[in-house]
């Protein structure tokens, strides 16, 4: 079980500031709930299909040289910045 001091350690280790505990206790408690419910479910005799690829079989790794500065082909590049998206 998590308690509201654990939320509040780990919020402090990831240097976030948390107002109300409680709002985020109760969704991990949900999260945990859940993965409660994953460990019950009963998959051990349900067989995984892989599909093995022989090494034979991939692809040969081919060195293709780039003619121009791959910088300049970008279309945010301003002088020696790059313009990322804003994040939101």
Request: no cysteine; glycine share 2%.
């Amino acid at each position: 079980m998590v308690t509201k001091e654990d939320i509040e350690h780990v919020a402090k280790l990831m240097r976030i500031d948390i107002d109300n505990t409680d709002q985020y206790f109760e969704q991990i408690q949900k999260i945990l709930n859940y993965f409660d419910i994953l460990d019950k479910a009963n998959i051990e005799s349900e067989e995984i299909s892989v599909q093995e690829v022989s090494i034979n079989d991939l692809r040969d790794d081919k060195y293709t040289p780039f003619e121009s500065k791959l910088i300049d082909q970008l279309k945010n590049y301003k002088g020696s910045y790059i313009r990322a998206p804003k994040m939101n």
